[in-house]
Every structure is written in C-alpha cells, then in structure tokens.
C-alpha cells in the first residue's frame, strides 16, 4: 500500500512540472546570430528529425510538429520559426514560438521536446558561425553567438533594433575574483555576473554619475527604479532583473541583469537606450562571467556605488537602525565607550591573556552587530590566512578595511538587553582571538582551501597506442558494470539509472540579489582603525571586560553530566590526517562535565543536509574535562569517517552528540585531552550509510569538474585509481564507501587530487568507473609516467591519462612498462 502511494505521489509530481514547464514553454524565443537568413534556416531546418517531428503548415517561415503519442487523445503543439532578414546591423533575428496547441493535456505530451529544441538550436547557430568563422566566433558584436533573448533559460545574446552605435569589440574574458567577503556587495555583485545569462554592460572613462545621468537621459523610465538595501535597483522596467553601479580609477561601469523577459522588451527596455548614448560610452553584452575586457579592467579596482550616493538617486539611501535609547544608556553604565553617532567600544580580556577590541552598533535597516576585527587587508580582499574558512554562527565580513566577525541581533522590538549583547560580546572577543592568533601561526593555507594550481603548459600529444586499455586493470572487465549513481537527498528514494548529473555552478541570480544587504557600520569600524590599541596581547583588564582566564579543570574535577553537550564547530581544515574541526564545547550542566563514554559519536551535517562525517571517538583512553565557560577540542576524522571535501560542503556545519555506549572510569592522573581522532566510522545522523557515501561521490565529482576543465584539460596527468561497486582488486570487493575513502585518502596524500566519472569523459570507453586522477598536469605521457615510478606506483595502480572534451579513448592513455 506504501509503495503505491509513493508511486502515485511521484506520478502526480512529475504531472504537476510537466504542466509548469508546458506553459513557460509557450514563451518567445527570440535569437540573434551573424549568419546569413537562408543559412540560419538550414541550421534550424537540420535540427529537426523526421522522425522524432514533422513538418506542417504554419505560421512560421519553418512549422513542426512532434510525433509519438497524445496524452488523453490531445493534439501535439506546433512549434513555428520565422527568419528575419538584417536590417542595419547584419544580425539576422530569428523568432521561436509555439504558434498552436490544441489542449494543456497535448502540452505536456511533448513539452520535453520543445524545451530540447529552444535549447540545442541557439548552441547549433553557435557552432555554425564559428564554423563560418574559421573555427572561432566573431568578436563584434560579442552577443551574435546564436543564444536565445527569452525563454526558461537565462537570456544570453544581443538583438538588435538598428541603433547607430555597435557593439564593442573588446574580446570576452573571464571577471576575475575580487575575493571579498562573502557578503560583501562587490561580491555579491560578481555572483550576479557569474549566474546570470544576459547582462547589458555599459562603460566608459568618466564618473559614475556622469554615467547615470547619460543614461537616464537615453532611458527616462529609469528614474523610477527602486534603489534597494544593497545600492543596485530593481526590477527593471518590464522586466526580471536589477541594476548596478561600479566606479574605479579607469572608469566607471553599468551593468544590467536580465533574468526574465521576452526579446523584444528587452530591445526596447535596454539595448536601444544604451546604443543611443553618447560614443564615449562602451556597451556589449556579458553572459555567465564572461565579459567584455575593458569591462574587467574597471570591474577589478572598482568598487559598487550604491545609486544612492549618486545625485540622481540621492534621498533614497536606507535608514540605519539606531540602538535603542534605553540599550545605549546601560552599555555605557557597563563601560562601553560611545564612539560616533551610533556605535559602542570595549576591549576585553580573553582567557590566556590578551586584549580583543569589541564594536557593537548599527548594521543594517533592520539589525545591529557586535563586531570584532581579526585583521586588516590593504586591498579590501579577505586576508589570505581566512579565506576559504567557516566560523561558525559568526560570519566574516570586510568593513573599512578590516577582516570583522559579526554576530547580529535583530532591532526588535524586543531589542536585545544589555546583558545578552555583554555575554556574546565575551563570547565572541574569544573566539576571535583564537581565530587571529592562529591565522597568525597557521600560514595562509587553511581550512576550507587547496594549494594553488600552477597553469598547465601545453601538452605536446604522444603517438596513439595500438588499443587503449580499461581505466583499471585488466581482470576488472570481468565485473558486471554497476548502476551510475546520482545525487540525491539523504533518506530518499532510489535513484534512477542514469550517470551522475552536473552540479550547477552558479547561485540562482534572484537569491543573490535579495541578499545583498546594507553595511551601515562602515563608520564604527574606522573608528576602530584609527584607535585600535596594540596588537600585542596583553594580560591588563579592561573596564568591564572579561574578567581573568579560567585554566582547564582537572578530570577528576568534574563528574559526567546527563543532559547532552551543545558543539559548536569554530574552524574546519583538511590535513593529511583527515578533516580536523575544531569545536567549541558547552556543558549541558552548570557545573561542567565529563566526556568519557567509550562510543562518542560525533557527526557533522552541512546546511543543505549534506552528511559530512560520522566518527566514533574513544573518550574513556582521551577523556574530555569541561569546565562551566566549556572548552575548545580538535575532532580528527581519518578518511573513511568523512565523506565529503571542501568544495562539495555547502555553509556551514552542524555537529551532533551521541552516547553510543558506557562511560568508562578514567585513571586519576590522566588529563584532559585537547585533540581526539576517530577510532571508527559511525552511523550518519540521518539516513544510511550507502546514501550519503553516494551522494558524496556524485558531489565531490561535480565540484572538481572545475577544477579539471579550467586546468587539467588536454594535458598528461597521472591516473591513481578506477573503482566500481562489486570490483573484486586488492584482495577486496569494491563498495561506493569503499570507493570514497581510497578516495579521500589519496586526496590526504596528494592534495591536487581530482574525483571524475567516466561518464562525463569521452576519453573513456568504459562509462561505469569513479577515477581518481593526481592533478598534476605533465607536457608528456612519459613525464606523467616518471610521477608514477617517483612515488611508487606499479604498472596496475598509475598510468598517465590525458582529459579532453573532444578527443576519445585512442591515444589519451600511456601505460608503465611491466
């Protein structure tokens, strides 16, 4: 009966997306491409089998319909294509439309193959201009490249509505980085670029609000954006989207995201005002990170403005929050200095000595903070020694220069109460000195972060072998192939058969933009900049500070308490022993407690639900004494407790305790450990073992996926290792958990490691295998071949392997001599 519920339950789900997708299928795809209109019509005609569809009278220039079978006796839907001839700018516009369906019911019977089609048609227009190019897409304008102006997917390319000025031709490059705080607004900004589609850019040599003005003169309806929290304004008239300001030495930038819109609104909206503007202003069209280069020469030493710092918006910056009349007097009675208008200053002592300057105030509209700075940085990127790393409830953010952990509180009502913001102030001022000191004697590589890839050189090809041989050894291809496996939640239903799917690299455009947030708390922390005391700890009590540092207690100090404790991960690092993180540990007692049970179960869950570890720690040999303030252990897990790495974990984590057996009586003279390692594996907090090692693997191949593609392609590298569930090698039979920490063990030893499957890889002709590959590109197979014998490696466990998107397994894999 449960089994035909379920059944029912997903046959219902996937008729309610199949209805979703039928009607966001009935939208116009509007396309612009350089090739000439009866060129274009034999590529849009060659995308269409006859025997998947027909052709049929309609209101297009091209008219198909899809065969197979109706859903309910419906008539299928006719897909219509006109070709439009230039007119002015030697772009030929070609529209897609569904120009008839008969009933919703005969939508969803090919709604599959629609959507194929408004897909695969602007990538084969793609491929015919480079084709017609020489094998490389024209440089004017940039967004002729044959991608669709409107429809589900983001919106891609220029159409052009016959202005008098073109498009630049700047050559399309990369944005680089800025590598600021996570939620910083430049940041945030090049998340923005990276996940959206189209983007309107503008650009030039003069002030920011020059620039809005020449706009708004070329587009009027554009006085009437609502500035957001964040400084960029949206939606768009007419349109999906938002808009944002950058200014910089060399100029300054406008950019335009476009999320949803037909073609046409868009032409009018947008590109015929920015064609219309002054010739001192650039445009072009930027899509998923690619952009323009004079638009990344700007964007690199520009910062974002918010519009409403600009004369043309002026007024409509955010109110800050004010701290309560009430709140201010009693942090002033508990020794807080008041510094500027709105913001509040104690330094406190830490335990072990020290002094941690501590700022509470405004933070946004709706949010104060109390803030501690760790660090400076010259360029306003995050300091190398914290980039990359997760602390916990506190995130970092970059304010005036400084490298701030932050914990807000809402305005209220109710506000939060002076003794609330004094306990996490002291809280809070202790962890951020940890965390500085550490940085300070850790180096800049830390946790959550891969030593950097030196760029391939271009490898030179060696003759192909005569046969190219499984990526395993030979008695492997014996085994019968196994299910692909593919992500899925933890707990939930199996899978279908069907290879790993891609992981999406890019936010949803919308959730980033709604998360851009206001810093008003820009003046608090210069304030701290210039009046910040010396960075050498000092053991002097501040006024109504901390009070002194607690040592440890003894373990037979305190007894085992019954209510669990409360982790709090501080930092997370992967080493050559494991993932190590470091915990913060809070009594559920007053008095303390006595971690000594002999099966400690630890497990870490990420934000999104991820299983990451699962360790079982033998505290009754290591006991753990916490006092009442609690106490701070390093949880090693060895590979095999943890499934997941840096790349494939998604924010932050979530540690839990399990007593899984006895508390044992530790020795007299034994002390309280700081560091614990994982005996063994336990069971993960939700779901089993086997999906959480499956959803790992899928994971960790679509992060490093890439890594691969921007560094390891077309290049020799060594190959480690080819597993699949049921291979019998090595005196064991392979299983995905199996798979997984072989895995991650060579990632402890050899840090550069990838994860690939070989389904994703033409270079493979067996698709059924999770290859671990070294990461360390060579000019030739027998440079490849020499890391092999360098460390060891016999002819069955390391050959040279060279990935590549458009070569096959012949002449891509050199093997030892036996």
Known sequence: MDAAAALIF???GILVTMWILSLLARRQLTIATTLEPERAMEVCDSRFSRVGWRRVDGDGTLNYSPRGFEFRGAKPPILSINVFEPEGDDLTTIGMWLSEWHTQFGMISHVEKVFWKRWTIPRALRAAEQAANGGTLPSAPPAAAAAPLAGPNALTVQASSGAAKPA???????????????????????????????????????????????????APRFRD?????????????????????????????????????????????????????????????????????????????????????????SGQAPASADVPPELAARLREMGWDHVGDNAFR?????????????????????????????????????????????????????IAGMATLCLRFPVGPPAPTAQTIAAEARELAAYAFRQAEEAATSGPTTAFEHPA????????????????????????????????????????????????????ASRNPVMIAGAIVAVGIVAAAAIFALTRSDDTPSSTSASGGGGSAAPPPAVDEVTPCDVAPLLQPETVRFTNRGLTITTHITPGCDNGDLLVNRGFRVTAVDDAGNEVASG???????????????????????????????????????????RDAYDAKPSSTASSATEVTADKAGAPEYGNLEDAVQSALVDIAAADRSVLDATLLNVWQPQLSSKRPGLFADGITWTNPEILREHLAMRQQFPNARLLWSGDWPVYSDRTWWVTVSGVPFNSGEQALGWCADHNFDWEHCFAKMLSHTRGSDGTTMLQKR
């Open 225 to 313: 954006t609502e500035v957001a929290d964040g400084g960029g304004a949206g939606p768009l008239p007419d349109l999906e989207g938002m808009w944002m300001g950058f200014e910089g030495p060399t100029g300054s930038l406008l950019a335009f995201f476009v999320i949803g819109g037909d073609g046409q609104t868009v032409i009018e909206t947008l590109l015929t005002p920015v064609q219309q503007m002054p010739a001192e202003w650039a445009w072009a069209i930027g899509t998923r990170g690619d952009v323009p280069a004079g638009v990344a020469t700007i964007f690199a030493n520009a910062r974002m403005v918010p519009l409403w710092e600009l004369s043309s918006f």
């Open 346 to 398: 104690q330094d406190f002592t830490v335990p072990g000595g020290g002094l941690q300057t501590m700022i509470f105030g405004a933070h946004s509209a709706d949010t104060l903070a109390l803030m501690a700075p760790i660090g400076t940085s010259e360029d306003g990127t995050v300091p190398p020694q914290y980039r990359g790393r997760s602390f916990g409830r506190y995130p970092l953010e970059m």
């Open 453 to 504: 890839f030196e760029p391939p050189t271009t490898a030179i090809p060696t003759e192909a072998l005569a046969a190219t041989p499984p990526p395993v050894s030979p008695f492997a291809a014996t085994q019968s192939a196994p299910v692909p496996p593919v992500s899925r939640p933890v707990g939930g239903a199996a899978p279908p058969t069907s290879a790993p799917p891609s992981r999406q």
């Open 616 to 658: 079982v720690f033998d505290l009754g040999k290591t006991p753990i004494a916490v006092g009442g303030g609690g106490t701070t252990v390093d949880f090693t897990y060895p590979a095999g407790t943890y499934w997941r790495t840096a790349d494939a974990i998604s924010g932050n984590l979530e540690l839990t305790a399990h």
């Open 10 to 12: 997903v046959l219902f």
């Open 168 to 218: 630049s031709t700047d050559p399309q490059v990369p944005l680089a980085d800025p590598g600021l705080a996570e939620e910083d607004p430049k940041q945030l900004a090049y998340g923005m670029f990276n996940a959206c589609g189209l983007i309107i850019l503008s650009w030039g040599p003069r002030s920011l609000d020059q620039h809005v003005q020449a706009f708004l003169t070329a």
